[in-house]
Antibody, heavy 117, light 108 residues
Framework: QITLKESGPTLVKPTQTLTLTCTFS??????????VGWIRQPPGKALEWLAL???????RYSPSLKSRLTITKDTSKNQVVLTMTNMDPVDTATYYC?????????WGQGTLVTVSS | EIVMTQSPATLSVSPGERATLSCRAS??????LAWYQQKPGQAPRLLIY???TRATGIPARFSGSGSGTEFTLTISSLQSEDFAVYYC??????????FGQGTKVEIK
């Protein structure tokens, strides 16, 4: 059974750095072809893809956010970490992580992050 | 950036009827197109990948078609649990995977 779960702060202040952790089970990020990505969804709005890391440490970022994002993996802990710098109220959203093989195959439940002073 | 445009924004359908959702890409994405279902308060769920392949456990009433720039998701006979928002997503062009704005399927 494949599961993913996001964890991190629910509230951050403007200009702070957000660090989110995706802890997964049921698959390995050392298996060829496997990736883990991050997607966000502002309240009442559509999905926005942020970043993805592959089994071989290949990393991809949304061009509009690339300067603010860093994605890393810890294969031994079955975790993927996303950091986003210089948070702004417009970054308020539910943040999801998802396993990627065919597309975005399995998703975590999401974590709501609010940016407010 | 490839822009994904879904239509209609809202689709009102009676249970048991057929629903047809459209997704158009601003340039070709080959068959690298996925569909997701999202219910209120839940994470999206993968329905279709490769434009027409159902994901594991997805009922046969869901089908996808198309290639290039025009895609369709068809739900052959709507069940009560199918009322949700549906998103298409292209994964053909790096460095940006893009989603459509969603189609809400509501009870008529």
């Amino acid at each position: 059974q494949i599961t993913l779960k996001e964890s991190g702060p629910t509230l951050v202040k403007p200009t702070q750095t957000l660090t989110l952790t995706c802890t997964f089970s049921g698959f390995s990020l050392s298996t060829s072809g496997v990736g883990v990505g991050w997607i966000r969804q502002p309240p009442g709005k559509a999905l926005e893809w942020l970043a993805l890391i592959y089994w071989d440490d290949d990393k991809r970022y949304s061009p509009s956010l690339k300067s603010r994002l860093t994605i890393t993996k810890d294969t031994s802990k079955n975790q993927v970490v996303l950091t986003m710098t210089n948070m702004d109220p417009v970054d308020t959203a539910t943040y999801y992580c998802a396993q990627s093989i065919a597309a975005l195959d399995y998703w975590g439940q999401g974590t709501l992050v609010t940016v407010s002073s | 950036e490839i822009v994904m445009t879904q239509s209609p924004a809202t689709l009102s359908v009676s249970p048991g009827e057929r629903a047809t959702l459209s997704c158009r890409a601003s340039q070709s994405v080959s068959s690298n197109l996925a569909w997701y279902q999202q219910k209120p308060g839940q994470a999206p769920r993968l329905l279709i990948y490769g434009a027409s392949t159902r994901a594991t456990g997805i009922p046969a009433r869901f089908s996808g078609s198309g290639s290039g720039t025009e895609f369709t998701l068809t739900i052959s006979s709507l069940q009560s649990e199918d009322f949700a928002v549906y998103y298409c997503q292209q994964y053909n062009n790096w460095p940006l995977w893009t989603f459509g704005q969603g189609t809400k399927v509501e009870i008529k």
